[in-house]
């Protein structure tokens, strides 16, 4: 059973900063392409960043150069650092562990596993 905890959300100012976290195991941050995905009100969901077991990473263009994904594999947990946060960066924030290769290329997978979801709500 893969377990996906989600925690970090929250509501700041345009230009603020925020991290989110994933608390899960030692086998799924081994086995799996992590990432997070995101949905806006009204829009589709939208692939944010992903990371393989080895550290190689993948940003959408829209968060290239503000966020930054990682994972504490001593901890157990993924991690990401949003930063220069921007009102269109407003949605639920997924934690995501997939195979099936989706979430390699950013795309939402129809499998794999969800987290439940964090809010962050960036304000102008």
């Known amino acids: 059973q893969v377990q996906l905890e989600e925690s970090g959300g929250g509501a700041v100012q345009a230009g603020g900063s925020l991290r989110l976290s994933c608390a899960t195991s030692?086998?799924?941050?081994?086995?799996?392409?992590m990432g997070w995905v995101r949905q806006a009100p009204g829009k589709e969901r939208e692939g944010v960043a992903n990371i393989e077991s080895d550290g190689t990473t993948k940003y959408a263009d829209s968060v290239k150069g503000r966020f930054t994904i990682s994972q504490d594999k001593a901890k157990n947990i993924l991690y990401l650092q949003m930063n220069s946060l921007k009102p269109e960066d407003t949605a639920i924030y997924y934690c995501?562990?997939?195979?099936?290769?989706?979430?390699?290329?950013?795309?939402?997978?129809?499998?794999?596993?969800w987290g439940q979801g964090t809010q962050v709500t960036v304000s102008s």
């Open positions: 030692a086998h799924v941050l081994r086995t799996y392409t």
């Open positions: 995501v562990a997939d195979r099936s290769g989706w979430l390699r290329r950013l795309l939402p997978p129809d499998s794999g596993y």
